[in-house]
């Protein structure tokens, strides 16, 4: 069980990665929340976590575009036994016109930190006899879209090392995959709802379906509650040989 083992979950002070989180306080894990702010709301969030709970939940502050932060939030939690890589940024524009500096921030928060993050967990895995890596990849981890190519270059990126973090760890009781979102309902698309409806004319439901769901077969969002519900499953023991692989949570976007 996992019922007090360690979970760090990187960018997890709002949408999936606090989702996560508290799917898996709920389910006995201590948890380690992060991002780059360091404020009393931040830290409010392990406090009501823990509280909710009964679990030990803690706020470590560390910016994810820098490796020496990155693997500074590892040892400062202590424990790390389920790693969840979830931090990420986006910018949207075509390659011609692409920011030098969005590519590398992308590339950096999306892609590297879970390099150095790793790097860091694996040997506290490895002493604990017991170990879980889960990335939050991104249907753009296996897919591409327009105008995304530091995200979906950085989303590839993950998911070829899930791989190789699998490979390396596959005789012994880790494992390294990847969960791969389609559109999630988080407070940041939620609040995008307004607005497209106004420019579109059309109404919440019209939107939800034909402007942000148009790709997504199922025309539904996914939870976070969902996405703390898969992280849960690579932990349980029946994932025990689940290694290596992605796990789509998209409605059936890939499937497309
Ligand atoms: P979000 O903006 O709510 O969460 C992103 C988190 O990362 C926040 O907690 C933010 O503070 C943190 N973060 C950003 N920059 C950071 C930095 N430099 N250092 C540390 N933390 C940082 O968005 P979300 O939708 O919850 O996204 C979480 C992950 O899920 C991302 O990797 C994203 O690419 C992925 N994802 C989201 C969707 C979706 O539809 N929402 C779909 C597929 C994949």
Redesign the pocket.
Known sequence: SVKGKTAVI??????????IAQELARAGVNVVL????DSDEDHALAAEIAKEHGVTARYIK?????AE?CRNLIEQAGTCDILI??????HVAPIDEFPTEKWN?II???MT?AFHTTAAALPKMRAAGWGRVIN??????LTASPYKSA?VAA?HGVVGMTKVVALETAQEPITANAI??????????EAQIPDTMKKYDMDRDEVIKKVMLERQPSKE??T?EQ?GGTALFLCSDAAAQITGTTISV?GGWTAL
């Open positions: 990187t960018g997890s002070n709002s949408g999936i990665g606090l989702g992060n991002s780059f702010t560390a910016d994810m575009s820098d932060q890589n979830n931090a990420g940024i986006q921030a950096a928060i999306n930190s939050i990849a991104s249907a753009h981890g995200y989303k791969c979102p389609g559109y999630v309902l988080t407070p940041l698309v969002f996914a976070v996405l998209d």
